[in-house]
Nanobody, 124 residues
Framework: QVQLVESGGGLVQAGGSLRLSCAAS????????MGWFRQAPGKEREFVTA????????IYTDSVKGRFTISRDNAKNTVYLQMNSLKPEDTAVYYC?????????????????WGQGTQVTVSS
């Protein structure tokens, strides 16, 4: 069982930056693929990025490439999402998720554990 708790959301102006954190419980954190998703009002949950510690694989959705960076600190059981050059269309609730998949999943149903979400609002 893994419990995930996100933090770091808030209100920022367009062009600004935020760093989200996701603290995970569990002793095998390093074996999980960790992902970030987001969901805007009235829209489906959208994949943002994911990282697999084993092999160092990382993927991003096209709309955040070059602006967002996922990283993880296995010693602290924490995964981060650094978001730069934020745009109003990045406004959403951001969710951290953990997957027991051997691959690098990018679909919500492929993830086994979810955090409660943290709101990110980007003003124009």
């Amino acid at each position: 069982q893994v419990q995930l708790v996100e933090s770091g959301g808030g209100l920022v102006q367009a062009g600004g930056s935020l760093r989200l954190s996701c603290a995970a419980s569990g002793r095998t954190f390093s074996s999980y693929a960790m992902g970030w998703f987001r969901q805007a009002p009235g829209k489906e949950r959208e994949f943002v990025t994911a990282n697999k510690w084993t092999g160092g694989s990382t993927i991003y959705t096209d709309s955040v490439k070059g602006r967002f960076t996922i990283s993880r600190d296995n010693a602290k059981n924490t995964v981060y999402l650094q978001m730069n050059s934020l745009k109003p269309e990045d406004t959403a609730v951001y969710y951290c998720a953990a997957s027991e998949s051997r691959g690098l999943p990018n679909l919500p149903w492929q993830y086994d554990y979810w955090g409660q979400g943290t709101q990110v609002t980007v003003s124009s």
